[in-house]
Structures are given as structure tokens and as C-alpha cells.
């Protein structure tokens, strides 16, 4: 999945299930981007070590020292990650390093399934935020 689409689905779970500020928000969208950092660190697989719960409870541990909410943001940005790619047909594998791969199959990534869920989204988030501003 794109870096967009994660961003917008992390947005979207966000709007979905929390009611909190902006900085739980900014983490959670910072935390959904994290696994896919793998790609640019030559010793990691993408979608290995990065893109499994164990990564993000791990990481997420750093920041309930500073605040549970913090910790529970990162947390959730993270996952959101990992559910967004189990949309695709590569899927993940988040109980890493067992590969026990979760794909729920159904996007292709950049291409037109992609696009739609984009757009599905998009209009999602904005018919729930309209609920919250009435």
C-alpha cells in the first residue's frame, strides 16, 4: 500500500475510534508509516520485523514512559499499518517471525483497487467529521 493511503487510513480509524488532540493524532500518523521504514534499512526484509505487532509494542513501549496516551496513538497508527496491508494480496505477516501471513487480499498495490479504497475512504472521514462538527 502507498504512503498516502496508510496516512489516510490511520486518519480514518483515528476519526472512527478515538475523540482526542491533535498530538495523539500527529503520533498516530507518524507510527502508521514506521514499518514501512524497512525498505530503506538494508539488514530488514520489508514486511519482516517492522511490520509485526511485536515491532510496534515494542516501539510504543518508549513512549508510556512519557504518557499512556502517547503510547496507546503509537500503538494504533502502527496497527493501522499492518491492517491496511493485510488488505493487500501480499499481505503480512504480524506475528513475525512466524509466517503466518494475515491477507485479506483485495488491493492491489498503487492500482485502481488501491485508488478506490483511497477515495472510500476519503469520503468516509469526511461524512464522519460533518457528524462531529453537527
Known amino acids: 500500500m502507498l504512503l498516502l493511503t496508510h496516512i489516510l487510513f490511520s486518519v480514518f480509524l483515528g476519526v472512527m475510534l478515538f475523540k482526542a488532540d ?17 525498505i530503506h534499512i538494508p539488514f530488514f526484509k520489508h514486511r519482516g520485523f517492522f511490520h509485526s505487532i511485536f515491532a510496534g509494542a515494542l516501539i510504543s513501549l518508549i513512549f508510556i514512559f512519557q504518557s499512556f496516551s502517547l503510547s496507546l496513538a503509537f500503538l494504533a497508527g502502527f496497527c ?12 503480512t505477516c ?32 469526511l461524512i464522519r467529521v460533518l457528524y462531529i462538527l453537527n
Request: proline share 5%.
Open 22 to 38: 491533535i498530538l495523539f493524532f500527529s503520533i498516530m500518523l507518524i507510527a502508521s508509516i514506521i514499518p514501512d521504514l524497512d
Open 80 to 91: 493501522s499499518h499492518l491492517l491496511a496491508d493485510s488488505l493487500t494480496v501480499a499481505g
Open 94 to 125: 504480524p506475528f513475525w517471525p512466524s509466517q503466518y501471513r494475515t491477507k485479506f487480499g483485495f488491493i492491489r498495490t498503487g492500482k485502481l483497487s488501491e485508488q478506490i479504497f483511497f477515495v472510500v475512504l476519503m469520503a468516509c472521514i
